[in-house]
């Protein structure tokens, strides 16, 4: 019995893969003609070298048969990872031939996952909060996501039971296996990682014997799957091999949903701190965001990477100075390469300007100086206004820099340079602090002195770009902040911040906010399209990468990236005793065209959302200005009149 | 003799050479759009003198936006004057904007454009302020259309 086994396996498994093939088929027929006694080794592989164990040999099979389906058997989808390894000359030593396979199968797929039963995959894991209806690649798998996710939890088909593979399970499928390869290849697949598997491969497996099941018959695709995803017919089989396998997929669809699932998967399982599964799951995000392209692969890999780095506590020092330096030059990039940045430099710039009509002496002070790109634009805008320049005074303020030079001073200076050559009176001061919060009102007012030269009041405005929710992170900060901002007595402070809630809740609810938030972020940037962008792109993709990295991987006060929606800093703003100023329509007729003018810029929003103006993607607001002044400042602030405007 | 005359009447009737005057030169090319400004400029060197003359370009300007501030002329002279104003800023800015189909018949979009072209090009101009040290100037390449070399 086992002979016949060995046989039915020898002349089905092995003759097909390893060569050389014809001669072996003749050795081995002559063998079974001339009839062979039961020995210790298997007397075929023998022949040629290997030395084979007559117990073992069923497990040979098997794992030849996997081997056999791993490197594709001539399917179309083949690619040339697989030919390459099909080619490969290098020999291992022939007697070893079960651990030989073993390396082999490694070196192709990882082990399935030993999935604890609790990790259920129709879990509320996938209830995804709407994600916008967009045509567009990363943002779209959570639409399809969610309805593959809904269709499961329906599905009542076919669970085949799968008992444990046993010898006698072997010959069914070969006959099975010459009409339909490519179904039962898949059923195969399954039924040996059958114990190994917790419900999470159940469930695809579910799917694959059953569309297995499905060809085997009538040949007709199971109506679960195929309506919700037209994918799911023949090219599900070779995916849903490939969750077990990884081989190449062709429906890259299907496996962006996959991809999702797994990163949803795998941040429930650091938030239950089952690190031994998430570990797993990091890795398989990893080789099926290999298979994507685009936003979505950049996507998975940031937040693929986020994730080991909370597995593993691999937190960079975030206290270095060299980071900030660093930080800034990947900001420039990404000034470059996007609107975000240059739309929220335009909008404060117009509030800041019609806050300042009608003053002869103005004081700007800058949370968020880095380079200073949003002055220039003011001081041009300020030079033409009708009546002339007002004096111009400017308070920037950085963290420390890392090796003494005072970038600072610098900024300051080709300011003050440009300043010069369009006759603007130009005053510069540039503070060091490690923290907004160190900052008292004394050290930002003007000193009285200035003020001996003329009666002109002067009016103050303060400005902060993406600075205010890093100081979330220490309880109270922003309280001191807000207070030493109105203890300055602003006409208009203008607040740039991102519209996303990743700060509140549970680890879960930040990850899944997080990982729509940063999806349409590089989704917009895909589209860009600018001459010479390649380099630009991708730093801006390594800046919102190491934001992805912060909001993932940190906790506690090293976890800066605490971004708020825009009603949620509006709550706090209303709460520290600010009220809000109305941005213009100039600002709003500015940066539409603005965004008219960024190639790709099809995708871009601009919304007005009670006074305040965002910048969002499709239908995904990203990023939101708003303008405040302390409450009860009592002047009325209208709209300036035409000729001032601008 | 009768060549004589024929050829001075020719002479005569041969006309008027453009390049004697610079001026008028100038004031027809002032006419002209961008691009064929541009290919004006690489005709000869007289033509190429008088095509980078600033006046040229401000009324190339002018037409393009028909919006003015007083005082613009001496800030964008400050800044680089209007020919670089026209290549880095309004120009692109008016093909990328007739690309996507917005047209500036209001005086309001039109007054919209001039500002938002002043402010980007007061942004390039200070980045190609300083040492020149730390990087190309590179605020506007947004601007430009990627070039297909393969």
């Not at chain 1, 039962?184 to 059958?194: D, F, I, L, P, V």
């Not at chain 1, 995000?285 to 298979?291: G, Q, R, Y």
Request: net charge negative; proline share 5%.
């Amino acid at each position: 019995m086992k002979r016949e086994n060995m046989d039915g396996v020898a002349r089905g498994g092995i003759v097909r893969n390893v060569a050389p093939a014809p001669a072996r088929m003749a050795i081995m027929g002559k063998a079974k003609m001339m009839g062979f006694d039961e020995e210790t080794e298997d007397e075929h592989l023998a022949v040629l070298g290997y030395k084979v164990r007559s117990s073992d040999m069923e497990i040979v099979a098997q794992k030849l048969q996997q081997l056999e389906m791993a490197m594709g058997g001539g399917a179309p989808q083949d690619d040339a990872l697989l030919n390459h390894l099909a080619a490969d000359t290098v020999h291992y030593n022939p007697s070893d031939i079960s651990n030989w396979l073993e390396s082999m199968l490694s070196e192709l797929s990882t082990p399935p996952p030993p999935l604890p039963p609790v990790m259920h995959p129709n879990s509320g894991v996938f209830d995804f909060p709407p994600a916008p209806m967009s045509g567009h690649s990363s943002s779209n798998f959570f639409n399809s996501a969610e309805t593959l996710a809904t269709m499961e939890s329906a599905s009542t088909v076919t669970s085949i039971e799968l008992s444990t593979p046993s010898a006698a399970m072997l010959p069914a499928d070969y006959s099975l296996r010459s009409n339909n390869a490519g179904g039962n290849r898949s059923a195969y697949g399954s039924e040996t990682h059958m114990e190994n598997t917790g419900p999470r491969d159940r469930k695809r497996m579910k799917t694959s014997s059953s569309s297995s099941t499905s060809r085997g018959g009538s040949g007709g695709v199971i109506g679960r799957s195929a309506p919700a995803i037209g994918s799911m017919s023949t090219s599900t089989c070779g995916s849903e091999v490939s969750s077990a396998m990884p081989v190449v997929m062709e429906d890259t669809q299907e496996v962006g949903i996959r991809l999702v699932h797994a990163l949803m998967a795998c941040a429930e399982a650091v938030q239950q701190e089952n690190y031994k599964a998430s570990d797993i799951l990091v890795k398989q995000i990893s080789m099926l965001a290999s298979s994507q392209g685009g936003a979505m692969r950049k996507v998975a890999g940031y937040f693929a990477e986020a994730l080991a780095r909370r597995i593993y506590c691999l937190n960079p020092q975030q206290d270095c100075s060299l980071d900030s330096a660093f930080s800034d030059i990947l900001q420039m990039h990404f000034y470059e390469s996007c609107p975000y940045l240059k739309f929220a430099h335009f909008t404060a710039n117009q509030a800041i300007l019609e806050a300042f009509a009608g003053y002869r002496r103005v004081h700007v002070i800058d949370f968020s100086m880095k380079h200073g790109m949003q002055w220039p634009a003011l001081m041009q805008a300020l030079a033409l206004r009708p009546g002339g320049p007002p004096s111009f005074r400017l308070t920037g303020i950085g963290p420390p820099q890392p090796d003494n030079t005072d970038a600072l001073q610098q900024v300051g200076w080709k300011l003050a340079q440009l300043a010069d050559t369009i006759h603007v009176d130009f005053e510069y001061r540039g503070f060091v602090a490690n923290s907004l919060a160190d900052l008292e009102p004394y050290m930002l007012e003007s000193p009285s002195s200035a003020n001996s030269g003329s009666d002109e009041p002067e009016v103050v405005a303060i400005n902060s770009v993406f600075e205010l929710h890093g100081l979330l992170a220490r309880p109270g900060a922003l309280e001191k902040v807000l207070g030493t901002v109105r203890a300055l007595k602003p006409r208009i402070v203008t607040i740039v911040e991102q519209d996303a809630n990743h700060n509140a809740g549970p680890f879960m609810d930040r990850f899944t906010e997080a990982l729509h938030f940063y999806s349409t972020m590089f989704d917009s940037l895909e589209g860009g399209g600018i001459a010479d962008g390649q380099q630009d792109q991708f730093m801006s993709e390594v800046y919102l990468g190491r934001q992805i990295c912060n909001v993932v991987a940190c906790e506690g006060t090293e976890r800066t990236e605490r971004h708020e929606t825009l009603s949620q800093w509006r709550g706090r703003m209303r709460d520290a005793d600010f009220e809000p100023v109305h941005l213009g329509s100039n600002a709003f007729k500015q940066a539409s065209m603005l965004l008219a003018l960024f190639a790709g810029g099809d995708g871009y929003r601009v919304e007005e959302k009670d006074g305040c103006l965002t910048l969002g993607w499709h239908t995904r607001p990203l990023i939101a200005t708003s303008a405040w002044r302390p409450a009860g400042s009592g002047e009325s602030f209208s709209a300036p009149a035409a000729s001032d405007a601008r | 003799m009768e060549n004589a005359e024929e050829e001075k009447e020719r002479d005569n009737t041969r006309g008027y050479n453009i390049n004697d005057n610079h001026d008028l030169l100038a004031e027809i090319l002032a006419r002209l759009d961008g691009p064929s400004l541009a290919a004006a400029a690489s005709v000869c060197r007289l033509w190429h003198t008088v095509s980078r003359r600033d006046t040229v370009w401000k009324a190339l300007f002018n037409r393009h936006v028909a919006a003015d501030f007083p005082g613009t002329r001496a800030v964008v002279a400050a800044l680089g004057g209007y020919r670089r104003l026209y290549c880095r800023c309004v120009g692109p800015i008016a093909d990328r904007l007739a690309v996507s189909g917005e047209h500036a018949t209001t005086t309001e979009a039109a007054a919209a454009r001039l500002s938002l072209s002043l402010s980007l090009f007061s942004i390039d101009c200070y980045e190609r302020l300083g040492d020149g040290g730390w990087q190309r100037p590179s605020s506007l390449l947004f601007l430009r259309s990627p070039v297909d070399v393969s």
